[in-house]
């Protein structure tokens, strides 16, 4: 079946501008992650839905970035005012929920964000 | 969630099994050891997690010592394909969908 989809696959903006990111999870997945990734490092965990809520936005690093995701699928990350540290892959996975259960994240091939 | 180290770097040769180890001496009692590898441009894949028990799937095997102070992934036939990042993760089960990737280790498969 299909995998995790990301959109763009590729985001060149100017410092300063608004972006949108999307992630199309597997269908059925009720749960949702969002990391980002800088060059040569692990990925670092930004946000996880559960459902249409944000259970855990720890990893938020400021109030510019946002996700949402409205009717428990889709989501989006939303970064104001873009910086050029801001440039990474950014990552989505989804996964089924267990309660107590493995959480087996499938992940999506990222959007590189370029902030110029 | 207890601080892996991995080393940066290994080489395996095609055919060969791929022996990659993982320290964890700060695990505390209820936390799993996850793996994960990410090949080159594409997200991280799920290999095999276990607690305190050997684990074998159908994409590796899982050595955790008896302390459980450190763990060995096992590839038993590597192929060029197993070329990625290998991340070994400690966590929680109830922390789980936070992963903690680190580093990882760079597994280059040689012909």
């Known amino acids: 079946g299909a995998g995790v989809s990301q959109t763009p696959s590729n985001k060149v903006t100017e410092k300063g501008k608004y972006v949108e990111l999307r992630c199309d999870p597997i269908s059925g997945h009720t749960a949702l992650y969002w990391y980002r990734q800088s060059l040569g490092q692990g990925p670092e965990f930004l946000i996880y839905f559960q459902g249409t809520g944000a259970a855990d936005d720890s990893g938020l690093p400021n109030d510019r970035f946002f996700a949402v995701r409205p009717e428990g699928s889709v989501s989006t990350l939303k970064i104001q005012r873009t910086e050029r540290g801001d440039s990474a892959v950014y990552l989505c996975?989804?996964?089924?929920?267990?309660?107590?259960?493995?959480?087996?994240?499938?992940f999506g091939p990222g959007t590189r964000l370029t902030v110029l | 969630d207890a601080k892996t180290t991995q080393p940066p770097s290994m080489d395996c040769a095609e055919g060969r099994a791929a022996n990659l180890p993982c320290n964890h001496s700060t695990i505390s009692g209820n936390e799993y050891v996850y793996w994960y590898r990410q090949i080159h441009s594409q997200g991280p894949q799920y290999i095999i997690h276990g607690l305190k028990n050997n684990e074998t799937n159908e994409m590796a095997s899982l050595i955790i010592t008896e302390d459980r102070k450190s763990s060995t992934l096992i590839l038993p036939h590597a192929t060029l394909r197993d070329t990625a990042v290998y991340y070994c993760?400690?966590?929680?089960?109830?922390?789980?969908?936070?992963?903690?990737f680190g580093a990882g280790t760079t597994v280059t498969v040689r012909a």
């Open positions: 993760i400690a966590s929680e089960r109830s922390n789980d969908y936070k992963l903690s």
């Open positions: 996975a989804s996964s089924f929920f267990r309660s107590g259960g493995l959480n087996e994240q499938f």
